[in-house]
């Protein structure tokens, strides 16, 4: 049994009291932040990313990866409580969880969600210790062309499933390449618009931009509309669901946990889409579609467990391919480059250590987090109650300290500042960060991989390998038709049914 | 609303224009053989396009924007933290991380959320304290001290 040798060898890794108190930090930042409206899991690992320099490679992940599935648990109880998603995530969450506590229901309400996380999150790491390591032994196969493909591909999707017009997607895609090229020319040496100017010799780095444009800006936008804040002031009580609850959930939980970690998978799905598919399949299966937004447990059952299975789901490509499907693991693959470990297909071949242990932490992360959550929910509830007045500053110093950190440089910060006011300022003009971001990141492999496939000599190799065919094909096939022939109607209808069940 | 998705269409048009002119200063060679400047040629030829595309659809089709909107009377406190932001980067090496950051959140508490004198002072002080505590004689961080040693 190669899988349980493996597993020992990560819980060996795992329950290591370093590596647990990581974890449980990790689980408990993610909480706290996914209960935290207004600061997200992108700005938050890039800041803790200076951070983590200091500690083994294999602690710095399980430590980020904890707020990246915490912050899904702790998400809910503010679209629960208070109908203000705490992350992207749970915006489903809060049509029929606002309404169960309104009806007096929150606790079943948090019960469940907290019960559908742990079983989606279990099932997807389940999934990924499965499926990673099958897909990297076929990656180690791969050569510039199909990384290339793969890439393109990851880019076309966060782009093509971006909120807006598809054409501001695909421009802020390229803008994103094209602030990647800033700096030193990796193959040939030359220093490309960096204006004599020596910080940006290295490049524009990802965690400025990413604070900038995930955290400063968060919060520029959110002191414009000011934010309001209204706690449901409940008694909580009888966290645990009923048998009833049980016996309506148990399906919406198998099928969310399948949509979240598949769809996970995919490049550009991200956290959030999984959940209004899984809230849409469930309303259609349902025997009374009519209840749902009115406070149906399956309402929050099958989108809570949804977004916990995604998160297992998008560690795959990030961890058997080295190439990440949404901006959070994109952020995580400048973790693993900082901490020189070479994310791809022989991550898991070379540092068992980092891929099992990572894998068994999140056993660990997901039964710590239920603790946390259901036993300690009145400590969240009170911490919701922080006026953002007191909060914003906070997050600003910590966005500063972050980017300082990172290489002691006071240029970074100003950086940061530049892309706070660029991701303020972009939205309003109907652009979106994330196609920019996730451009940005993979841009210099992207560049690499592009020229070493045309080294070959033949500029149609692209098409010459059947994966990057396949891949180069679809990305385009699925650009070109919706922005030139008008053939956008597939991707307008599930825009529409997006739109619509955010509406109600 | 729609002079503003022109706006966005000039201005990546413009951020196209500049790409395509600064780069084929670099080496752009050909296709075999790329350059460093071949690449980012290809972004910004491709920007030119697609937001040539987004200002001519403009023409033909009237449609309404998705972008939020700005909120009246908001963007004077954006730009009044945005300064803050700006001056506390200024001056972060100068005057350290503790004073900065002390006068950071006073300044962004009281303009910006209109909080009371005492809420203010304390949050930064405490926020101050848990910074110095943490990544100071904790983390040991390397953290400007500023003029004044502290």
Same mark, same amino acid.
């Given at each position: 049994?190669?899988?349980?040798?493996?597993?020992?060898?990560?819980?060996?890794?795992?329950?290591?009291?370093?590596?647990?108190?990581?974890?449980?930090?990790?689980?408990?930042?993610?909480?706290?932040?996914?209960?935290l409206p207004g600061i997200g899991p992108i700005a938050t690992v890039s800041l803790l990313l200076p951070i983590t320099f200091g500690m083994e490679p294999v602690s710095s992940i399980i430590l980020l990866a904890g707020v990246f599935y915490g912050a899904q648990y702790g998400g809910s109880t503010t679209s629960i409580l208070v109908n203000i998603p705490g992350e992207a995530a749970s915006v489903i969450t809060c049509l029929d969880g606002y309404k169960m506590a309104r009806q007096g229901r929150a606790g079943p309400a948090l019960g469940m969600a907290a019960f559908g996380s742990f079983i989606g999150g279990t099932f997807s790491v389940i999934g990924l210790m499965l499926l990673a390591p099958w897909l990297a032994r076929m990656a180690t196969r791969f050569g510039p062309p199909e990384l290339f493909g793969l890439m393109f591909f990851g880019v076309t999707m966060v782009t093509y499933l971006c909120k807006g017009s598809l054409v501001k997607g695909i421009i802020m895609a390229l803008a994103g390449l094209a602030v990647s090229v800033v700096g030193v020319d990796p193959i040939t040496g030359a220093s490309r618009f960096t204006m004599g100017i020596n910080v940006l010799m290295d490049g524009i780095g990802m965690v400025p931009a990413a604070m900038g444009m995930f955290g400063i800006a968060e919060v520029l936008t959110n002191i414009e509309q000011g934010m309001r804040q209204e706690v449901f002031t409940t008694k909580i009580k009888g966290l645990l669901p009923s048998l009833r609850d049980w016996k309506d959930s148990t399906w919406p939980i198998i099928r969310g946990g399948m949509i979240g970690f598949s769809m996970g998978i995919l490049?550009?799905?991200?956290?959030?889409?999984?959940?209004?598919?899984?809230?849409?399949?469930?309303k259609r299966l349902s025997h009374h579609p009519e209840k749902f937004g009115t406070g149906t447990i399956e309402g929050v059952a099958a989108p809570e467990t949804a977004n916990n299975a995604a998160t297992g789901g998008s560690l795959v490509p990030l961890l058997s391919l080295g190439i990440p499907p949404n901006v959070i693991m994109a952020v995580l693959l400048g973790a693993f480059i900082i901490h020189g470990i070479d994310p791809g297909p022989l991550l898991i071949s070379k540092h068992p250590d980092v891929f099992w242990g990572t894998i068994a932490s999140m056993y660990?992360?997901?039964v710590m987090l239920l603790v946390l959550?259901?036993?300690?929910?009145?400590?969240?509830?009170?911490?919701?109650?922080?006026?953002?007045?007191?909060?914003?500053?906070?997050?600003?110093?910590?966005?500063?300290?972050?980017?300082?950190s990172l290489n002691n440089s006071v240029h970074?910060?100003?950086?940061?500042?530049?892309?706070?006011?660029f991701g303020y300022l972009m939205p309003k003009f109907g652009f979106e960060g994330a196609p920019f971001?996730?451009?940005?990141?993979?841009?210099?492999?992207?560049? $690499? *991989?592009? $020229?070493?496939?045309?080294?070959?000599?033949?500029?149609?190799?692209?098409?010459?390998?059947?994966?990057?065919?396949?891949?180069?094909?679809?990305?385009?096939?699925?650009?070109? *038709?919706?922005?030139?022939?008008?053939?956008?109607?597939?991707r307008?209808?599930?825009?529409?049914?997006?739109?619509?069940?955010?509406?109600r | 609303m729609k002079y503003r998705e022109w706006i966005g269409g000039l201005f990546w048009l413009i951020v196209g224009l500049v790409l395509t002119i600064w780069s084929s200063q670099y080496r752009v060679g050909n296709v075999i053989k790329p350059g460093p400047g071949f690449f980012p040629l290809g972004l910004g030829l491709l920007l030119i396009l697609f937001s040539l595309f987004l200002i001519l659809k403009q023409m033909k089709t009237f449609t309404m924007p998705q972008a939020s909107s700005f909120v009246s009377g908001g963007w004077r406190k954006v730009a009044y933290v945005v300064s803050i932001l700006l001056v506390a980067t200024f001056v972060f090496e100068h005057l350290g991380v503790l004073i900065t950051f002390f006068l950071l959140v006073i300044?962004?508490?009281?303009?910006?959320?209109?909080?009371s004198w005492r809420r203010t002072l304390f949050t930064a002080l405490i926020s101050v304290l848990g910074i110095y505590l943490v990544f100071v004689v904790a983390l040991k961080q390397q953290l400007p001290r500023g003029f004044l040693g502290i």
């Amino acid at each position: 049994m190669d899988i349980l040798n493996s597993l020992i060898l990560g819980f060996g890794v795992a329950f290591s009291p370093t590596n647990l108190l990581f974890c449980f930090v990790g689980v408990l930042i993610g909480t706290l932040i996914g209960v935290l409206p207004g600061i997200g899991p992108i700005a938050t690992v890039s800041l803790l990313l200076p951070i983590t320099f200091g500690m083994e490679p294999v602690s710095s992940i399980i430590l980020l990866a904890g707020v990246f599935y915490g912050a899904q648990y702790g998400g809910s109880t503010t679209s629960i409580l208070v109908n203000i998603p705490g992350e992207a995530a749970s915006v489903i969450t809060c049509l029929d969880g606002y309404k169960m506590a309104r009806q007096g229901r929150a606790g079943p309400a948090l019960g469940m969600a907290a019960f559908g996380s742990f079983i989606g999150g279990t099932f997807s790491v389940i999934g990924l210790m499965l499926l990673a390591p099958w897909l990297a032994r076929m990656a180690t196969r791969f050569g510039p062309p199909e990384l290339f493909g793969l890439m393109f591909f990851g880019v076309t999707m966060v782009t093509y499933l971006c909120k807006g017009s598809l054409v501001k997607g695909i421009i802020m895609a390229l803008a994103g390449l094209a602030v990647s090229v800033v700096g030193v020319d990796p193959i040939t040496g030359a220093s490309r618009f960096t204006m004599g100017i020596n910080v940006l010799m290295d490049g524009i780095g990802m965690v400025p931009a990413a604070m900038g444009m995930f955290g400063i800006a968060e919060v520029l936008t959110n002191i414009e509309q000011g934010m309001r804040q209204e706690v449901f002031t409940t008694k909580i009580k009888g966290l645990l669901p009923s048998l009833r609850d049980w016996k309506d959930s148990t399906w919406p939980i198998i099928r969310g946990g399948m949509i979240g970690f598949s769809m996970g998978i995919l490049p550009g799905s991200g956290t959030v889409i999984p959940t209004f598919i899984s809230y849409t399949v469930e309303k259609r299966l349902s025997h009374h579609p009519e209840k749902f937004g009115t406070g149906t447990i399956e309402g929050v059952a099958a989108p809570e467990t949804a977004n916990n299975a995604a998160t297992g789901g998008s560690l795959v490509p990030l961890l058997s391919l080295g190439i990440p499907p949404n901006v959070i693991m994109a952020v995580l693959l400048g973790a693993f480059i900082i901490h020189g470990i070479d994310p791809g297909p022989l991550l898991i071949s070379k540092h068992p250590d980092v891929f099992w242990g990572t894998i068994a932490s999140m056993y660990v992360g997901n039964v710590m987090l239920l603790v946390l959550n259901l036993p300690l929910i009145g400590i969240w509830v009170k911490i919701l109650k922080i006026p953002y007045g007191i909060l914003f500053p906070l997050i600003l110093i910590f966005c500063f300290l972050g980017v300082y950190s990172l290489n002691n440089s006071v240029h970074e910060i100003l950086i940061m500042v530049i892309f706070g006011i660029f991701g303020y300022l972009m939205p309003k003009f109907g652009f979106e960060g994330a196609p920019f971001l996730m451009a940005l990141v993979l841009g210099p492999m992207l560049e $690499r *991989t592009f $020229r070493q496939s045309l080294l070959y000599g033949d500029p149609l190799i692209f098409f010459k390998r059947p994966i990057s065919t396949i891949l180069i094909a679809t990305s385009l096939f699925l650009l070109l *038709t919706s922005v030139f022939f008008g053939l956008a109607r597939g991707r307008k209808r599930l825009q529409k049914v997006l739109a619509e069940e955010e509406i109600r | 609303m729609k002079y503003r998705e022109w706006i966005g269409g000039l201005f990546w048009l413009i951020v196209g224009l500049v790409l395509t002119i600064w780069s084929s200063q670099y080496r752009v060679g050909n296709v075999i053989k790329p350059g460093p400047g071949f690449f980012p040629l290809g972004l910004g030829l491709l920007l030119i396009l697609f937001s040539l595309f987004l200002i001519l659809k403009q023409m033909k089709t009237f449609t309404m924007p998705q972008a939020s909107s700005f909120v009246s009377g908001g963007w004077r406190k954006v730009a009044y933290v945005v300064s803050i932001l700006l001056v506390a980067t200024f001056v972060f090496e100068h005057l350290g991380v503790l004073i900065t950051f002390f006068l950071l959140v006073i300044c962004t508490m009281r303009g910006a959320a209109s909080q009371s004198w005492r809420r203010t002072l304390f949050t930064a002080l405490i926020s101050v304290l848990g910074i110095y505590l943490v990544f100071v004689v904790a983390l040991k961080q390397q953290l400007p001290r500023g003029f004044l040693g502290i």
